[in-house]
């Protein structure tokens, strides 16, 4: 995998994950993904003695532009299941979250947390900024039935 740099941000849910990733050349996560996608699918076509496409549609990939962005996406990803799956459980606790190596800094990461946690005070710091985000942006989704316009 010398075409990404490292996992910076993940978090997998039951129907859908997120990843940040920082690639060292183009198209390096096109072909992490296609490879990623085609693996996990063969593997899980064996497992279930099925057949087929796994996946809906294409990946969707976006590049991030600024400082600020990425840190809106930190918290969004790391707090992903609580903000999707109507859990009242804190981001932490959800064991395909990046978000406690970032906040415990326990041990080997596979992520590289200085990234973020560079631009923060420490991981505590760090903590309130993904909870105070994740709280707002799980009321906002919650808030969506309620608007006319789209």
């Known amino acids: 995998m010398s075409w990404l740099k490292l996992f910076v941000i993940a978090c997998l849910n039951p129907n859908h ?12 996560v096109v072909s992490f993904m296609q490879k990623i ?14 057949s087929g496409a796994l996946f809906q549609g294409k990946f969707k990939a976006i590049h991030i532009d600024s400082n600020a ?13 609580f903000i999707h799956m109507q859990s009242e459980k804190n981001s932490a ?9 970032y906040i415990t800094r326990a041990g080997v990461s596979k992520y590289d947390e ?3 946690l560079s631009q ?3 991981a505590s710091d760090y903590r309130r900024f993904v909870e105070n985000n994740a709280f707002y942006m799980k009321e906002k989704k919650n808030l969506q039935k309620y608007l006319l316009e789209e």
């Open 93 to 101: 606790s959800w064991p395909y979250s990046s978000f406690a190596d």
């Open 120 to 122: 923060f005070s420490g």
């Open 69 to 81: 962005y990425l840190l809106y996406l930190s918290a969004y990803v790391n707090s992903n299941y």
């Open 17 to 28: 994950f997120h990843l940040i990733i920082k690639q060292k050349q183009d198209g390096g």
């Open 114 to 116: 200085n990234i973020i």
């Open 37 to 50: 996608g085609t693996g996990y699918t063969n593997y899980f076509n064996i497992k279930q003695k099925r």
